[in-house]
C-alpha cells in the first residue's frame, strides 16, 4: 500500500495550493483519510478529514473556512484545497488512511501514510 501526495510548493501570503493524495494497492472509498501537517520543531497535527461511505469532514479551528478537503473514489484520491494561505500554514502535510469510514483526528487511529509535501507559505 503507498500513498502519494504531491502538489506542494512555496506560495506567497494570500494565495492557493490544492493537494492530492493518491492511494494504490488497495482501495479506500471505503475507509476515511485525512491531511496532517508537520512543521519543524513541532508535533504533527491533524488539518483534516473525510469519511468513507457516507461524506462527512472535519478541520481543525484554524483552517475551517479557508481548506477544503474532498475525495475522488473512483480515482483512489484525496484532495486539499487550500486558499488564503497563511506563513503560520508552512509545514509539510502528510496524507493518511484507516481502515475504518469513521472520522478521526488522532495521529495513532490511521494506519497508512504518504511521505508528505512540502508547503511553504512567504509573508
Known amino acids: 500500500v503507498q500513498l502519494q501526495a504531491s502538489g506542494g510548493g512555496l506560495v506567497q501570503a494570500g494565495g492557493s495550493l490544492r493537494l492530492s493524495c493518491v492511494a494504490s494497492?488497495?482501495?479506500?472509498?471505503?475507509?476515511?483519510m485525512a491531511w496532517f501537517r508537520q512543521a519543524p520543531g513541532k508535533e504533527r497535527e491533524f488539518v483534516a478529514a473525510?469519511?468513507?461511505?457516507?461524506?462527512?469532514?472535519s478541520y481543525e479551528d484554524s483552517v475551517k473556512g479557508r481548506f477544503t478537503i474532498s475525495r475522488d473514489k473512483s480515482k483512489n484520491t484525496v484532495h486539499l484545497q487550500m486558499n488564503s494561505l497563511k506563513p503560520e500554514d508552512t509545514a509539510v502535510y502528510l496524507c493518511?488512511?484507516?481502515?475504518?469510514?469513521?472520522?478521526?483526528?488522532?495521529?495513532?487511529?490511521?494506519?497508512?501514510w504518504g511521505q508528505g509535501t512540502q508547503v511553504t507559505v512567504s509573508s
Open positions: 493518511a488512511a484507516r481502515i475504518s469510514a469513521s472520522l478521526a483526528s488522532v495521529a495513532t487511529r490511521f494506519v497508512y
Open positions: 494497492g488497495r482501495t479506500f472509498s471505503n475507509s476515511a
Open positions: 473525510i469519511s468513507g461511505g457516507v461524506i462527512s469532514t
